[in-house]
C-alpha cells in the first residue's frame, strides 16, 4: 500500500549524484571516519558495476550511519576528496556542494525508503537506474534449465487450454510444453485423454536490469476431470514433470463445488512465507481449484530478481493451479513492465489477441468463467500511483456484465445458462476504513466510476486488496448505503478487503467506524471462496441429464433454489478461521437492463504505454548536477499532473455521477476512451 513513486525518487536524487560523478577513479579510496565502516577498494578504472556498486555504497553507508549533519559534512568531504583525487578544486567543491545539499535534505526520506523498498541498494539502483549492472534470474551455471512454472487460463470461455509459462536465463533452441494423462489417473472416462506436444514462443524485458528469457506454451484439448502430467523446456534441459487435474464438467455446483484461493498484497519476504506455505499445501492436497492474486505481487518494487525469488516460492501452488492476477501498485515500476512480461492472463474482448499479444495490452483487465461464477479482473492502477478503471474499462465492463446476465457467451464445458455468481475483482478497495486518501479520495472515486455499474447488474460482491488488512462489509448500495445486515439474497453487493496475505509492509487492524463494516482482522492470511449452485442449475450438454434440468427449474419456481458461496478468512499460520459468511441465494437473477455507469469525461487520464523501449548497451554518463534536476524536476511535474489529473477526475465523475440519476445510458454507446487503461 506504500508509495514506491516518493521512495523511487526520493532515494535516486541522493544516490545519482555521487555515481556520476564517479566517471573514472583508479586509486585506492579510503574513507577513515569512525561512524562509517572503513572502505579500502581497488576501484575500476571505467564506469562498471563494480565501480556504480562500489560508489553506491558509500552512500548508503553514509545515509544509515550518519548521527548529525556535521558528521555527514566532513564524510562527503572525504568520499568527494578520494573519488575526484584528481581532478580539480572546482570539481571537488561542485561535488560537495551537491552532494552536501542532497544527503542533508533527503537523509530522513533516504533511511525509509531504503527500509521500504528492501532493495539491495548498490545493485539495485545501478541496475535499474545507470544499466550497469544485470540481475540475473536464474542459476548462472544452469543456464537453460526451466524454473519458475506456474499455470493460467488461456481463455475467458474453455477450461480445455492452459496456459503454462516459465522462465530460463538464456534463451533455448525451441520452447515445448509435453503433457500426457497422469500414471495415478483411475477414472474411466479419461482413458480416451490424449496427450501432446506444443511449441511456445519468448519474450524479455531488460529494464532494471534483468536478465531472462521468459517462455509460455498452451496445454490444449484437455478432457473435463482428467488428470494429467506435463513438463517444459526443450533438448537441452527439461523440467521435471508436474501435474494438472483439468476441472471437472460439474465444477462450481453442490455436487462439485469451486474452492478458490484469494489473496492480494504477497510479497516474497518473511511476512508472506506463512501464506505461501499455506498456498502451497493446500494445492498439492487438492483442496484449490485457482488462484486469484489481485494485485502487489512479489513486492519487487524495481528490483528485478525479487520477481524470480516470489515466483520459486510459489511454483508448488502456480504450477499445479490456474493462478489468475490483476496488477497492483506495486508493480507500476517501469510501467508495469514486468508484470505485464510475466503474468500472461487471457485477452480481454476490446482487444485482438494477435497471434501472442507481445505488448500485453488486453491483459491488464479481462474476464473469465469457472462453472457457476464469473470473474471480471479489472486493472485498478495508474502508472503514477493512484487509483483508476478509466472509460475503456467501464465500457468493456457494462458489455462484459451485459452478455453475461444475457446468456449471451460462451461458457466453458458446455454450461448454457448465464453464471450464478457475479464477482468483480481489483487491486485498490471500494470501501475500506482508516486512510484517508485511500479510503476517501481514491475509493469515493472507484465508487463512482464503477459501483453503478456494480449494482445495476447485480455484482454479488467485490474482492480487493491493498489495505494491509481483512474487511468484510455488509451489503451497500451506489455511496455506501447501507442496504441490509443479512447476506440471504442481499439486494445490493457486499465487498471483501483482503490484503492481509503479509509483506516487508506489515498488517494493521483498520477502525470499525461505518455502519457498513461487519468484521475486520489484522491477521496475516487468505480467503477461500467455495461457489455452490444448486446442482440442477447449471443446465448443461455435458454429463446432466435434461430431466434433473427441468426438476431444478421447477425447484426454483418453487423457491427452494438454494445456491450458496462460502467466504471463509484463515490465518496462515495456523490455518485457524478468523472470520466467515454465507452468501445465500434462493432465486436466480433476472436479466436486468442494461446497467449504467457515469458517462465517460474526456479528460485523458494516464494510460499504460507501450513497454518501454529495451535500455542502450552503453551507460549513461550525466553529470550529477543535471541528473539531480532531473530527478527532482520528475518528482515535482510527477506529483503536480497527478493532483491536477486526478482534481478533474473527480469533477468529471461526480458530474457523471449526477447524469446516471436523470436516466440510464444505453451499454454500446459511444465514448471517447484511450487507447488502453
Known amino acids: ?133 544485470l540481475e540475473p534470474c536464474c542459476n548462472e551455471g544452469t543456464p537453460f534449465q526451466p ?197 500472461w492472463m487471457p485477452p480481454a474482448s476490446d482487444q485482438s489477441p494477435g497471434a501472442e499479444d507481445p505488448d500485453h495490452v488486453g491483459r491488464m483487465y479481462y474476464r473469465f468463467n469457472v462453472g457457476s461464477a464469473a470473474f471480471l479482473m479489472l486493472d485498478s492502477e495508474t502508472w503514477i500511483d493512484t487509483a483508476d478503471i478509466g472509460p475503456r474499462q467501464q465500457a468493456w465492463l457494462k458489455q462484459e456484465l451485459l452478455q453475461e446476465t444475457s446468456g449471451a457467451v460462451t461458457y466453458p464445458w458446455g454450461v448454457t445458462s448465464p453464471p450464478v455468481f457475479l464477482v468483480a475483482v481489483h487491486h485498490r478497495p471500494l470501501y475500506c476504513t482508516g486512510d484517508k486518501m485511500q479510503c476517501t479520495t481514491f475509493a469515493d472515486l472507484l465508487r463512482e466510476q464503477v459501483e453503478p455499474i456494480y449494482d445495476a447488474a447485480g455484482i454479488d460482491f467485490g474482492v480487493s486488496g491493498h489495505m494491509h488488512c481483512w474487511t468484510r462489509t455488509y451489503p451497500v448500495s451506489y455511496g455506501g448505503q447501507l442496504t441490509g445486515t443479512s447476506y440471504a439474497d442481499p439486494t445490493s453487493p457486499f465487498y471483501i478487503l483482503n490484503g492481509a496475505a503479509g509483506n516487508r509492509e506489515g498488517n494493521s487492524e483498520p477502525p470499525m467506524d461505518r455502519p457498513w463494516v461487519a468484521d475486520v482482522s489484522a491477521d496475516y492470511g487468505y480467503a477461500m471462496f467455495q461457489f455452490a449452485a444448486d446442482d440442477g442449475m447449471m443446465m448443461s450438454n455435458m454429463g446432466r441429464p435434461v430431466p434433473q434440468v427441468v426438476k431444478s427449474m421447477l425447484r426454483e419456481a418453487a423457491g427452494s433454489v438454494r445456491d450458496v458461496c462460502n467466504i471463509t478468512f484463515y490465518r496462515s499460520a495456523d490455518d485457524a478461521v478468523i472470520d466467515s459468511a454465507q452468501l445465500v441465494k434462493t432465486k436466480r437473477r433476472p436479466t436486468p437492463p442494461p446497467p449504467t455507469s457515469p458517462t465517460s469525461s474526456t479528460t485523458s487520464s494516464p494510460t499504460t504505454s507501450p513497454e518501454p523501449s529495451p535500455a542502450p548497451t552503453s551507460a549513461p554518463t550525466p553529470t550529477g548536477a543535471v541528473v539531480g534536476g532531473v530527478v527532482g524536476g520528475v518528482v515535482v511535474v510527477s506529483f503536480i499532473a497527478a493532483a491536477v489529473y486526478f482534481k478533474l477526475k473527480r469533477a468529471a465523475a461526480a458530474s457523471a455521477a449526477a447524469a446516471v440519476t436523470a436516466g440510464p445510458a444505453a451499454v454500446g454507446t459511444t465514448e471517447q476512451t484511450p487507447l488502453v487503461n
Open 1 to 133: 500500500m506504500s508509495h514506491p513513486l516518493v521512495h523511487r525518487f526520493s532515494l535516486i536524487a541522493a544516490l545519482v549524484v555521487l555515481v556520476s560523478t564517479a566517471a573514472a577513479s583508479p586509486q585506492v579510496v579510503e574513507v577513515p571516519r569512525a561512524s562509517l565502516s572503513t572502505k579500502v577498494k581497488a576501484a575500476p578504472t571505467n564506469l562498471t558495476c563494480d565501480l556504480c556498486e562500489f560508489v553506491v555504497d558509500i552512500a548508503v553507508d553514509i545515509i544509515k550511519n550518519k548521527t548529525v549533519d556535521g558528521d555527514v559534512a566532513a564524510l562527503v568531504d572525504d568520499v568527494c576528496a578520494a573519488i575526484l583525487k584528481n581532478k580539480t578544486t572546482v570539481d571537488i567543491d561542485l561535488c560537495k556542494i551537491i552532494v552536501n545539499a542532497t544527503l542533508l535534505d533527503l537523509a530522513p526520506l533516504l533511511v525509509k525508503g531504503i527500509d521500504s523498498l528492501a532493495w539491495n541498494v548498490p545493485q539495485t539502483v545501478c541496475a535499474d537506474l545507470f544499466k550497469l549492472c
Open 147 to 343: 524454473e519458475q512454472v506456474h499455470l493460467s487460463f488461456n481463455s475467458s470461455a474453455s477450461l480445455s487450454e492452459i496456459r503454462v509459462t516459465w522462465v530460463t536465463l538464456n534463451d533455448t533452441t525451441t520452447s515445448t510444453v509435453t503433457w500426457k494423462l497422469a500414471a495415478s489417473q483411475r477414472d474411466p472416462s479419461c482413458s480416451t485423454a490424449q496427450g501432446g506436444t506444443a511449441a511456445g514462443v519468448t519474450r524479455t524485458y531488460t529494464v532494471g536490469g534483468w536478465w531472462g528469457v521468459i517462455h509460455s506454451a498452451v496445454m490444449s484439448s484437455l478432457k473435463p476431470g482428467c488428470a494429467y502430467e506435463y513438463q517444459v523446456g526443450d533438448a537441452v534441459a527439461w523440467s521435471n514433470w508436474y501435474t494438472y487435474a483439468a476441472l471437472p464438467a460439474n465444477i462450481g455446483t453442490t455436487a462439485r463445488p469451486l474452492n478458490v484461493l484469494a489473496i492480494a498484497d504477497l510479497g516474497y519476504g518473511p511476512k508472506g512465507q506463512a501464506t505461501v506455505a499455506a498456498m502451497n499445501k493446500r494445492a498439492l492436497a487438492g483442496e484449490v481449484d485457482v488462484i486469484l492474486h489481485y494485485g502487489d505481487i512479489s513486492y519487487a518494487d524495481g528490483d528485478e530478481h525479487h520477481w524470480d525469488i516470489f515466483f520459486r516460492e510459489i511454483e508448488p501452488a502456480a504450477s499445479r493451479v490456474p493462478y489468475m492476477t490483476t496488477p497492483g501498485n506495486h508493480e507500476l515500476w517501469w510501467n508495469f513492465t514486468a508484470y505485464r512480461a510475466r503474468l
